[in-house]
């Protein structure tokens, strides 16, 4: 399919298993980039701004690969809900998202050394009420500690509360692949 070399520069299992599931042969690379944005940038505009500064820290280095970055916020009523840091975070932050509709915007860049491909998708998910027994089971268990807005669709708390989206299933598990899938193949 792609003659050149990809790397994945994320350590998310979720962005790698869509990525293989798609056909791509590619290397993991862990970017090491500070995460924080401009205060008086659009919540919209944020998952773009990090895939690009993830980005930044290959363009140096690339010859034939391409690079392919991402990064996904959760937004509630103009709100980022970032990766939670503990258990009452991360129960705070479903107790939130309980009974409302917020927004998932993930950020891909693809680079290569000839050229830079920033996009962005985004999607609409709507949650049943959850109770606190459900939230608390959810966060016990599963530990959703590197997910943004402490949750994952594929997930036990994504299988029951998810009551519609609308968009792409696969942005809010944290890689629009049907939109990395067209870039590359036409790289």
């Not at 009452?88 to 491909?117: F, N, Q, W, Y």
């Not at 029951?160 to 696969?170: L, Q, T, V």
């Amino acid at each position: 399919m792609i003659k050149r070399p990809i790397i994945l520069a994320s350590s998310s299992p979720r962005r790698q298993y869509l990525m293989k599931e798609a056909g791509f042969i590619f290397q993991v690379e862990k970017p090491d980039v500070d995460e924080s944005f401009p205060d008086t940038m659009p919540v919209e505009g944020v998952a773009r701004y990090l895939a690009l500064k993830k980005a930044e820290k290959f363009r140096l280095r690339i010859q034939q690969e391409i690079v392919v970055t991402a990064d996904t916020v959760v937004i509630l009523e103009n709100t980022i809900l970032n990766k939670p840091a503990d258990r009452p975070e991360a129960i705070s932050m479903l107790e939130r998202l309980s009974g409302k509709t917020h927004r998932v915007i993930t950020g891909v860049c693809i680079l290569s050394a000839e050229k830079e491909d920033p996009f962005d998708d985004m999607t609409e998910v709507t949650f049943k009420n959850l109770s606190r027994k459900e939230i608390e089971f959810y966060v016990d268990q599963y530990q959703p500690y590197d997910k943004a807005g402490a949750y994952g669709a594929q997930d036990f708390i994504g299988m029951i509360a998810i009551e519609k989206i609308n968009g792409s299933y696969f942005n809010v598990m944290g890689l629009p692949i049907h939109k990395v899938y067209t870039q590359l193949i036409n790289w």
